[in-house]
T-cell receptor
């Protein structure tokens, strides 16, 4: 089952602009994580936000979490061509399911 | 350097053949996972293991089998019962007994094609 659904499915912006991706989920979570995947490669963990946190920053990344709306957003500021990748949210609902459930992803294209 | 290694990078399977995908980690992680990714799609969970000699089915376990005889290794066998095995297979590992509190480390994937 797909717990998380990202929106939009695809996003194209110019270098220097900000990129915002959204994730909605269905059940209560322990934490929500964002991952990045370059084409044909494995995923790389970007940031984790726990259910009792509302906002978290890491470099040019800003993640928010609204547990009442069961949604999260990932903001990449001052985007670069190297940010071009697919971005996935993943939810942790353990102990009921002791493995992450991934969403369908947002494909980000940053034009130089 | 610590990491997680998947092999081979590309694998071709004939109809009716079983194939095994390798996944090895030297991160001393307790938990390991197998996901399947189809083109333009998200990841779907096949199997996961929190400790040696124990594993659980994920959402799409039919046609797949795993073993966890060593902490470092979690091989995935794609059996002939899996009718549509062409996909990108990703292995991951994590600390903390599988709760995901520290994030997953992924391998670079194996692309399996049926010929």
């Amino acid at each position: 089952s797909q717990q998380g659904e990202e929106d939009p499915q695809a996003l194209s912006i110019q270098e220097g602009e900000n990129a915002t991706m959204n994730c909605s989920y269905k059940t209560s979570i322990n934490n929500l994580q964002w991952y990045r995947q370059n084409s044909g490669r494995g995923l790389v963990h970007l940031i984790l936000i726990r259910s009792n946190e509302r906002e978290k920053h890491s470099g040019r990344l800003r993640v928010t979490l609204d547990t009442s709306k069961k949604s999260s957003s990932l903001l990449i500021t001052a985007s670069r061509a190297a940010d071009t990748a697919s971005y996935f949210c993943a939810t942790d609902v353990s102990p009921g399911r002791r493995a992450l459930t991934f969403g369908s992803g947002t494909r980000l294209q940053v034009q130089p | 350097d610590g990491g997680i290694t998947q092999s081979p990078k590309y694998l071709f399977r004939k109809e009716g053949q079983n194939v095994t995908l390798s996944c090895e980690q030297n991160l001393n992680h307790d938990a390991m996972y197998w996901y399947r990714q189809d083109p333009g799609q998200g990841l779907r969970l096949i199997y996961y293991s929190q400790i040696v000699n124990d594993f659980q089915k994920g959402d799409i376990a039919e046609g797949y089998s795993v073993s966890r005889e060593k902490k470092e290794s979690f091989p995935l066998t794609v059996t002939s019962a899996q009718k549509n095995p062409t996909a990108f297979y990703l292995c991951a590992s994590s600390m903390n007994g599988g709760t995901g509190s520290y994030g997953y480390t992924f391998g670079s994937g194996t692309r399996l094609t049926v010929v």
